[in-house]
């Protein structure tokens, strides 16, 4: 596509490959590197890295290149704009850009080429980041971890045999080598937390309604799925995360005074957590007391949480996934299951042929659901007292990232496991919380481990004070070298 001379980049190629989105802009507008050169770099680091990771699914490699080539005439004319200029940024499929495709990893979906851009990603573009490529996700976003049958699975690119998360998990992944400046993810049930935390990156999930989902695949059933919905940045730093939030939200950021908030500290709890997570919890809760109120209790409604978020991502039996996942077609998720585990010949992977399965089965009556909706109404206001002055902190999953197929049987057991496993990404979602997601530690295998600031809508800045503090006081992002 181009000659590979790394000799004539004003600065290392490792260089662009650690930079955040904000460093990388600002080596562009001081013209220690062009965008062209910043691009090349990202694309020659993806085909050298992606046949192992399969994190990219589809790329626009030629028209980035225009693009750059655009903005560095720009800058020559000194017409640099935008706080985001020149810079390549990755993007989940599920996102709508335009002249690419959005399938939701389904087969039938293939070629369904987008003629215009979703709201965050015309947003981006406006700010001057320049799109090189989707990025994988489980079919219909509907598993924590990332495989489907129209592009095949996601490496965790610290170790190939574990899990990269989902649904955002070629995200965060390409992200986690590097091979972005930053990108998009959305979460209704973990999807941008548990891939963070699996691959040691930094990712925001915004609170209710604060990011508008025009041009996101798939779209919500009922209005308690659209409150649990959350889209945001993942990016190498807590700086990015502010930034490229105060771009696509709705409402910029409020300035908020950390001193004044109390830090809850999730203390142990009957739910499973791993011993290095505990360690690093207390880790944390020691090194927040030197400069902030901390204590160590549960929040109300923990408990409740798990059971609320199945109920709701079973309204309806999942009938608009199902309609989506089988082309509108009349069939029948079990018998598909069965051929699937059989022959595996079947067009939808078991991952979400098993889902829709437990739709159907944990469908809350309608009766049920006015119940949710006034315990979620009672439950709102109740939080929003609660979190006024106050920040949660929380694991985001009970162990660094598994061997693949370990957290599917986790979350979506016959035997409602979910609710040992899921809780703590439950939370934000059900109360439409935002959620900022940092690592801070490893496991013994040098697993990334992170952790999760929550609070109410209106807390953002306080979230990223507090998640710039752990940052700074702990390991945080660091690429993935091979």
């Known amino acids: 596509?181009?000659?590979?001379?790394?000799?004539?980049?004003?600065?290392?190629?490792?260089?662009?490959?650690?930079?955040?989105?904000?460093?990388?802009?600002?080596?562009?507008?001081?013209?220690?590197?062009?965008?062209?050169?910043?691009?090349?770099?990202?694309?020659?680091?993806?085909?050298?890295?992606?046949?192992?990771?399969?994190?990219?699914?589809?790329?626009?490699?030629?028209?980035?290149?225009?693009?750059?080539?655009?903005?560095?005439y720009q800058l020559a004319k000194g017409e640099a704009t935008g706080q985001l200029f020149g810079v390549p940024i990755s993007m989940k499929e599920s996102f709508d850009v335009k002249g690419m495709q959005t399938t939701g990893a389904l087969i039938h979906r293939k070629g369904m080429v987008q003629k215009r851009d979703a709201d965050v990603v015309r947003k981006l573009k406006e700010e001057g980041a320049i799109i090189l490529g989707k990025t994988n996700t489980p079919e219909l976003c509907f598993c924590q971890e990332t495989d489907n049958k129209l592009f095949g699975r996601?490496?965790?690119?610290?170790?190939?045999?574990?899990?990269?998360?989902?649904?955002?998990?070629?995200?965060?992944?390409?992200?986690?080598?590097?091979?972005?400046?930053?990108?998009?993810?959305?979460?209704?049930?973990?999807?941008?937390?548990?891939?963070?935390?699996?691959?040691?990156?930094?990712?925001?999930?915004?609170?209710?309604?604060?990011?508008?989902?025009?041009?996101?695949?798939?779209?919500?059933?009922?209005?308690?799925?659209?409150?649990?919905?959350?889209?945001?940045?993942?990016?190498?730093?807590?700086?990015?995360?502010?930034?490229?939030?105060?771009?696509?939200?709705?409402?910029?950021?409020?300035?908020?005074?950390?001193?004044?908030?109390?830090?809850?500290?999730?203390?142990?709890?009957?739910?499973?957590?791993?011993?290095?997570t505990s360690v690093l919890i207390g880790s944390v809760y020691e090194k927040l007391r030197e400069n902030l109120l901390v204590e160590r209790v549960s929040p109300p409604y923990l408990h409740e949480s798990a059971e609320l978020w199945q109920e709701i991502m079973s309204i309806n039996g999942g009938e608009m996934a199902y309609s989506e996942a089988f082309a509108n077609k009349k069939t029948k998720p079990v018998g598909q299951y069965v051929k699937e585990i059989v022959s595996g010949t079947a067009k939808n992977h078991r991952y979400l042929l098993w889902a829709l399965i437990g739709a159907a089965l944990f469908k809350p009556t309608n009766s049920r659901i006015k119940e949710i909706e006034k315990i979620v109404e009672e439950g709102d206001a109740i939080l929003d007292d609660y979190l006024d002055k106050r920040i949660l902190l929380f694991p985001v999953y009970h162990t660094a990232a598994p061997k693949h197929g370990v957290v599917y049987k986790e979350i979506f057991s016959i035997r409602k496991t979910f609710e040992k496993y899921i809780p703590y990404v439950a939370y934000a979602n059900v109360w439409g919380l935002p959620s900022l997601t940092v690592p801070l530690g490893k496991d013994q295998y040098g697993m990334p481990i992170a952790l999760q600031c929550i609070s109410r809508i209106g807390n953002e800045d306080a979230l990223f004070q507090l998640g710039y503090l752990l940052e700074k006081a702990f390991s945080a992002y660091e690429r993935v070298l091979f």
């Open 1 to 72: 596509m181009f000659a590979k001379n790394p000799n004539k980049f004003k600065v290392a190629q490792s260089a662009v490959l650690d930079a955040d989105a904000i460093k990388l802009c600002q080596m562009i507008k001081n013209k220690q590197i062009t965008s062209v050169e910043a691009t090349k770099t990202y694309i020659e680091h993806i085909e050298k890295m992606n046949p192992t990771i399969n994190s990219v699914v589809e790329n626009r490699f030629n028209e980035a290149l225009e693009e750059a080539q655009k903005a560095d």
């Open 154 to 276: 996601t490496n965790n690119p610290r170790d190939l045999t574990r899990t990269a998360g989902g649904s955002s998990g070629g995200e965060a992944a390409t992200i986690a080598i590097g091979a972005a400046a930053a990108g998009l993810g959305s979460d209704i049930g973990g999807s941008i937390r548990i891939p963070s935390h699996f691959n040691g990156i930094i990712g925001f999930k915004s609170g209710r309604g604060q990011i508008s989902s025009e041009g996101s695949f798939p779209c919500e059933e009922h209005p308690l799925q659209s409150r649990m919905l959350g889209i945001g940045p993942m990016t190498k730093s807590v700086r990015d995360v502010e930034l490229i939030y105060n771009i696509i939200a709705k409402q910029k950021t409020v300035k908020k005074e950390l001193a004044n908030f109390t830090v809850s500290v999730l203390p142990s709890t009957e739910y499973p957590l791993s011993v290095e």
